[in-house]
T-cell receptor, first 111, second 113 residues
């Protein structure tokens, strides 16, 4: 059972463009995390959002948690080649002992 | 701190063989977990532990056993490997609490022939 759906699955853009990745579910999560994974390595945490409607910014990355805590988005402004990687969202279930990962979005930023 | 370490990095097994994937963390995290990652499937939780002596099943536990005798170590055992267990396995750890910010190991790539 895949509780979290990410879109798009693949994204290839030119350096300097903006993009948004979506993470959607019909389930409510106590918190939601975004990770970036590079080939041959484990995922690395980017951000955790815990409050419905919360917005967090990390340099050129903006993360938003939906009001109902069922969905999230990641917006990247002026993408750079260093942003290339697999982006994964993960929701903490209730009780928050189990994590459910999204299907992933593979981003390629072309110089 | 070494963070989360996993061994081996790569492993090839024949169907029916058994093996143990090792995972250790030096951050005194209570929560540890095992995931498998398959193309197009994201990461799926196999087993997790909230402390020494306590383990529970995740989303895809069949064919895998775990134990947690110490805070630091959380090995994953495959009793009789099957080709369907070909995957990349990740171990992760975190403090218990509201955010559960997980730190992942580098992964073990397992092939079962």
């Amino acid at each position: 059972t895949q509780l979290l759906e990410q879109s798009p699955q693949f994204l290839s853009i030119q350096e300097g463009e903006n993009l948004t990745v979506y993470c959607n579910s019909s389930s409510v999560f106590s918190s939601l995390q975004w990770y970036r994974q590079e080939p041959g390595e484990g995922p690395v945490l980017l951000v955790t959002v815990v409050t419905g409607g919360e917005v967090k910014k990390l340099k050129r990355l903006t993360f938003q948690f939906g009001d109902a805590r069922k969905d999230s988005s990641l917006h990247i402004t002026a993408a750079q080649p260093g942003d290339t990687g697999l982006y994964l969202c993960a929701g903490a279930g209730m009780p928050s002992n189990q994590f459910y990962f999204g299907t992933g979005t593979s981003l390629t930023v072309i110089p | 701190n070494a963070g989360v370490t996993q061994t081996p990095k790569f492993q090839v097994l024949k169907t029916g063989q058994s093996m143990t994937l090792q995972c250790a963390q030096d951050m005194n995290h209570e929560y540890m977990s095992w995931y498998r990652q398959d193309p197009g499937m994201g990461l799926r939780l196999i087993h997790y532990s909230v402390g020494a002596g306590i383990t529970d099943q995740g989303e895809v536990p069949n064919g895998y056993n775990v134990s947690r005798s110490t805070t630091e170590d959380f090995p994953l055992r495959l009793l009789s490997a099957a080709p369907s267990q070909t995957s990349v396995y990740f171990c992760a750890s975190s403090y218990m609490g509201h955010s559960y910010e997980q730190y992942f190991g580098p992964g073990t790539r397992l092939t079962v022939t």
